[in-house]
């Protein structure tokens, strides 16, 4: 077995907590104030960075995402913190 195929095991192994997940998400991307809301009654910009935590939410990450503009209409500090998120 390659190194890789031994780290891919050893992946699969361990246990993935989708809630730890999404609430670590929900944390970077300053949404947990929200969290609880329906969509219809978050801000634009709440309504943007969640729909890039739902890309990132599942147990397999994507190797890339195509985001056009994700920080359009988002304040500094809240497109600060989906670039860091994001790269």
Same mark, same amino acid.
């Given at each position: 077995?390659?190194? *890789?195929?031994?780290?891919?095991? #050893?992946?699969?192994?361990? *246990?993935?907590?989708?809630?730890?997940?999404?609430? @670590?998400?929900?944390?970077?991307?300053?949404?947990?104030?929200? #969290?609880?809301? @329906?969509?219809?009654?978050?801000?634009?910009?709440?309504? @943007?960075?969640?729909?890039?935590?739902? *890309?990132?939410?599942?147990?397999?990450?994507?190797?890339?995402?195509?985001?056009?503009?994700?920080?359009?209409?988002?304040?500094?500090?809240?497109?600060?913190?989906?670039?860091?998120?994001?790269?």
């Amino acid at each position: 077995e390659s190194l *890789e195929d031994l780290e891919r095991v #050893a992946l699969e192994q361990m *246990e993935f907590n989708h809630k730890i997940n999404v609430n @670590k998400i929900l944390s970077e991307l300053m949404l947990t104030n929200c #969290a609880d809301n @329906k969509v219809s009654n978050c801000s634009g910009g709440e309504q @943007k960075r969640l729909s890039i935590g739902l *890309e990132l939410t599942p147990k397999v990450k994507p190797n890339l995402i195509c985001i056009d503009e994700p920080t359009t209409g988002l304040d500094s500090f809240a497109a600060e913190q989906v670039n860091n998120l994001t790269n």
